[in-house]
């Protein structure tokens, strides 16, 4: 399998090359050159496999001999031997045809742990064969950046920094970083949001030359083709259980940064009978406004009761529109210098017809999210966080539009948000599980610095 830039003026490149490059040096994204495709029987047989063996079914084609067939199930195993319900990723019914898919067993009680816990010991082991050491920079609005540092922690060969926006994450959010203290483990607060740490990384990706020699960056964040190619084995594992190939099925998805959608798109695109995919986003809405009135502009960041969506620029819609301009890299190369400068991105009417086709979307904002965990709290006292509970608005809302079940994803657990759960009035506590019981007694230690590329350059240079 290789591997392209969406702007069309990258190297071409293989797997391995691909995870440790992240960004493409035209400041592209990743993608495959093609999609493995499988048929109804293929994926038929596949019913009865549990989540390590259709994940090694579903990631084998993109990874191809890059490693050892028996190196990519043992790193497969061991990922999601890390997980606390056997089923890795159980389904929950809601009502006749409306399920959650949780997704928040993993160490660090987030969708994230499905493909950093992958990365971490992905890494590890090409690290290790190529002998050669890298840093690994990332931004995260929440749960990117405990995820990475889990599955990187006791990495010998990286060191990681991880950007998140001081006093925009949850207090458990912030301490599931800041309370991990290994030598190769560094946390920064940046004065801003965000865009203005996912700004700061792409910009340090752009210009290395503040490394020392011999070092190079290396993405977690959703730029890394990695993290998709993991997420989307889920959508395949939720719609066997619920009759795939056989019943089409329509997922419900809380996003920000368009990564776990994408993945979706691909699962479909493969072959996944999908009827519908609702992009759910909050009150920074991006997506809903690209997709309902084709307006993909730049507005001003709302900080909200569900902080991992707080994303303005949703950097993966890049990988989408790269398929919706047929794949043209030059031409989108030039509409996103244009987008970065300010313009607003319309898709041409065709484009927009294609994506209408099998997307949806919605924008809960966070009155409807503390209704909705208020009320599905009352009629069945599950309780949801509230990135769950914007998928779950959306998905109950777009229910007229699909024939099947629709699947929201659970992309949280509801300890990492009290604020949340506390606001919405329900009678009852979401503990943390006992691994994080001591949670808020453990020691942090982070930095806070200016939102500036030159701070975060001199902080690494400094700690390397």
């Known amino acids: 399998m290789k591997y392209i830039s969406t702007r069309g003026d990258a190297p071409v490149l293989d797997f391995e090359e691909a995870v440790l490059t992240g960004l493409a040096s035209d400041g592209g994204l990743y993608v495959p050159e093609h999609l493995p495709k499988f048929d109804v029987a293929q994926i038929a047989s596949w019913s009865g496999l549990s989540y390590p063996e259709l994940a090694f079914e579903i990631m084998h084609p993109f990874i191809g001999d890059a490693l050892p067939v028996d190196e990519q199930k043992r790193l497969i195993d061991e990922t999601y031997a890390e997980f606390r319900h056997t089923a890795i990723a159980p389904l929950v019914q809601m009502d006749h045809e409306l399920w959650i898919l949780e997704l928040f067993h993993g160490p660090t009680l987030a969708f994230k742990d499905f493909a950093l816990q992958f990365l971490g010991r992905l890494l590890e082991h090409i690290l290790e064969k190529r002998g050669q050491k890298v840093v690994i920079l990332g931004a995260t609005s929440g749960d990117t950046g405990s995820a990475a540092i889990e599955g990187c922690r006791h990495c010998a060969n990286v060191d990681i920094f991880i950007l998140h926006p001081h006093n925009r994450v949850s207090d458990v959010q912030r301490r599931q970083m800041t309370t991990v203290i290994e030598d190769n483990v560094f946390n920064i607060a940046i004065e801003g949001n965000f865009d203005d740490c996912q700004n700061i990384v792409k910009a340090a990706f752009a210009d290395q030359s503040f490394l020392p020699e011999g070092r190079q960056l290396v993405a977690v964040n959703s730029i890394n083709w990695a993290r998709i190619m993991a997420q989307i084995v889920y959508y395949f594992y939720s719609a066997l259980a619920l009759g795939a190939p056989g019943k089409k099925v329509s997922f419900a998805v809380p996003t920000g940064n368009f990564g776990d959608v994408f993945a979706g798109y691909l699962a479909k695109n493969m072959g996944l009978p999908i009827e519908r995919l609702v992009i759910a986003t909050n009150s920074n809405d991006i997506l809903h406004r690209s997709l309902s009135s084709n307006d993909y502009s730049k507005g001003e960041l709302i900080q909200s009761l569900s902080p991992s969506m707080d994303i303005m620029i949703s950097s993966n819609y890049e990988r989408l529109l790269f398929d919706l301009y047929d794949r043209d890299g030059s031409k989108l190369k030039a509409i996103m210098q244009d987008f970065n400068k300010g313009a607003a991105i319309q898709l041409p009417e065709q484009a927009l017809a294609r994506a209408r086709e099998l ?25 949801m966080d509230p990135h769950t509970a914007i998928g779950f608005e959306a998905g109950r ?5 699909v024939s099947g079940p629709m699947v929201c994803l659970s992309t949280a657990h509801p300890a990492k948000f009290a604020e949340a759960v506390e606001r919405s009035g329900v009678d009852s506590k979401a503990d943390l599980p006992h691994h994080l019981s001591d949670l808020m007694e453990r020691p942090e230690h982070y930095e806070v610095i200016d939102n500036s590329l030159a701070c975060v350059q001199e902080l690494i240079q400094r700690s390397l």
């Open 359 to 383: 997307f949806l979307s919605a924008r809960i904002d966070d009155d409807q999210t503390i209704a909705a965990i208020t009320e599905q709290f009352e009629n069945t006292e599950y309780l």
């Open 397 to 401: 809302l777009a229910q007229k539009y």
